[in-house]
């Protein structure tokens, strides 16, 4: 175990210990049946990919309903309690040019993922949970929502990891939080340990230092694939006539593990190279009003772009990824440098609450390309540059509505457009030119 990781825990350790500065959540408890909370989450889902230079396009529309069962804690010094998630879906019309993380394939020829899409599959699992004061501890099936380790929730169902995660809120303003997962599903498989995880450790903290200012760093150590850093720093500056400005830093440090040389995708240099990889951006944010206006730079550094979610055990599906130049494309090629201009419109200060549209436009330039160099056993062994001066540019929209009142409240329905271009060395080296569809229809259910 990493040594941050050692500390990290012992740090969470001695704050269940200490006397908590506020109140504890455990003496609050009602019993397991007393706070045990149930809902559903029925989603429609289309996501189409139109893609250029005779690409295959990518279509998917499905259904699927996302449960959640979860106890209370039972009262004492120690509570206890326990849960299921999960989700059954089945797919709408032919869906056979799936390929975008929304439907699994059946096992073809010994391979998983070959055959055709699925009708109709479930998914899901249980965990338990233990509480002493304002400490949790939990272990099974869970959506992780941590920079260095994040549930990609952008499809149609979740991905899940397996294992164990403390999260403790014992001193005022700071979360400390320590886990180790084993297992990991993305989104379009089927067995629960379809990316083959060997072990994903990891340890954060965030502080509240202020009510204006907020720091941020979470690290994991994934076994024979890499070691990730990320830290982030937010302001928020109050201005008059209820504006405000919000200036914030975050950025991410990965050394990739000589094993994992082969899954990297557009890393530079010989096989004996270190492959590492520095990526940060900062952030300007205006609000006033129903308007929200953003810029953001952002930077890559490294023998290796953030390349992410590659081959089995790397525990990541895709949106491992907290930077502000994230949509379709995330910006990450190697060397490359980005811009944004983001601009935001809450039409409830214009007699529509519950309606916001969001667009952007991002640019990215100064992208170093590559190809591979194999050995007679066709084994990569190096990766020469191709080109130093590609680009990527993506114009982006997204209305959204949710419903605020009434039988169907916080019903939603989102649509999404991106168009995105690359220059033509960067064709073939990530996502190649692609006008882009999502829209989902979620509709929530409470049942207890």
Known sequence: MPKAN??????????????????????EAKGLVEDAKGDILFRTGYLNRDKKNGVKDTSSYAQTAMVKLETGFTQGLVGFGAGIIGDGSFKLGSNN???NGMIPRERLNGVDGAGDTYDHWARGGGFVKARISNTTVTYGTQILDLPVLASNTARLVPEYFEGVLAN???????????????????SDQISSDGNQLDRAVVWGAKYKINDQLNTAYYGTDIKDRLERHYANVNYKQALENNSSLTYDFSGYHTDWDRKANGSLYSYIGSADDKYRN??????????????????????????????YGLGKGVGDGHQTIYLPNSYLSDFIGNDEKSAQLQYSLDFGSFGVPGLSWTTAFVYGWDIDTNAAVKNASDQVIARVRTADNATEREFFNQVKYTVQSGFAKDASLRLRHSYYRASNEYQEGYIGDTNEWRIW????VKLF
């Open 6 to 27: 050692k500390l990290t825990l012992a740090v969470l350790i001695n704050a269940a210990l200490i006397t908590s500065t506020y109140a504890s959540e455990q003496s």
């Open 97 to 99: 040019n799936a390929g």
């Open 168 to 186: 403790s809120r014992e001193i005022d303003g700071l979360e400390l939080t320590v886990g180790k997962f084993t297992k990991n599903q993305y």
């Open 278 to 307: 520095s990526i940060w951006a900062i952030s300007t944010t205006y609000n006033t009003g129903p308007h929200t206006v953003m810029v953001a730079y952002q930077q890559n550094n490294g023998k290796a772009g953030y390349d």
């Open 441 to 444: 229809l979620d509709i929530p």
